[in-house]
């Protein structure tokens, strides 16, 4: 048995507990977005991860659970509540991973608009590059790497940062395969700008219609391995139905 550990998730079905669990640099980004767009933010960050649990419950052959109900020595894909993995991701991990160096990753796949010129360059660099080593920041994103669970694993499975610095050093065993997607949405903190200043009314809705364009147009799919399709087309739809005020 693989298992999948989704990490904290907010109840997005309720909008006070959001609006109480919210940090006070991200409480102006979500303020703006509500003031932009007819449906709440809490809405629409409920709605996708819906569309992520419908992919969790997809994959063959693995069980979604509670960090405590996870036995010692099994084999853990930890993931965002936002972010997807292929149907047959245990299937495949099963072939070539049989839980040695107590981890393992593999090539990220980014569904997501280019926060800037840089992270824009470097993603056609990825893309049409694929052999070229990956920088150290990008070894582990939100779920392209497994763990054992064991002592201290519990904390590489949260962050992601700290797997980066793990991962550096012992060097477990990187797959030639792509079995997960990061699914950056315009909800994301990273896309509001993050601890940062708000971006501008204006700002935002120019990256929405960047967003409306990665997910409706055909290329995307073909950007991102062909499982991810299915949820490319949901996150179109999901997409049409966010229309600013």
């Not at 590059?129 to 779920?143: H, I």
């Not at 708000?198 to 995307?220: D, K, N």
């Not at 949820?231 to 179109?236: N, Y």
Request: charged letters at 25%; a positive charge; glycine letters at 6%.
């Amino acid at each position: 048995m693989i298992y999948l550990w989704v990490r904290t998730s907010v109840d997005w079905d309720d909008e006070a507990a959001v609006l109480a669990q919210c940090p006070p640099y991200f409480r102006p980004k979500l303020e703006l977005w509500n003031a932009t767009f007819a449906m709440p933010f809490h809405v629409f960050r409920g709605r996708v991860r819906e569309i992520a649990r419908d992919s969790l419950a997809a994959v063959e052959g693995a069980r979604c659970a509670a960090w405590e109900e996870i036995p010692d020595g099994a084999r853990v894909l930890p993931v965002d509540d936002d972010d997807w993995f292929a149907p047959d991701a245990v299937a495949v991990l099963e072939r070539l991973w049989d839980g040695r160096g107590g981890g393992c990753s593999w090539t990220s796949t980014f569904v997501e608009v280019p926060l800037n010129r840089r992270h824009a360059v470097g993603k056609v660099i990825r893309r049409r590059a694929p052999w070229v080593p990956l920088k150290p920041m990008w070894r582990c994103t939100t779920n392209n790497y497994a763990l054992v669970k064991a002592p201290g694993a519990r904390e590489l499975a949260v962050s992601h940062l700290l797997a980066i610095e793990w991962f550096e050093r012992h060097d477990p065993p990187r797959l030639p395969v792509r079995v997960s997607a990061m699914n950056r949405t315009l909800a994301s903190q990273t896309s509001l700008g993050n601890r940062g200043p708000a971006i501008s009314r204006r700002a935002l809705l120019r990256r929405y219609a960047r967003y409306r364009r990665l997910y409706r147009e055909p290329r995307t799919a073909g950007l991102a391995p062909a499982w991810c399709a299915p949820l490319i087309a949901r996150m179109d739809g999901l997409m049409a139905e966010l229309e600013p005020r």
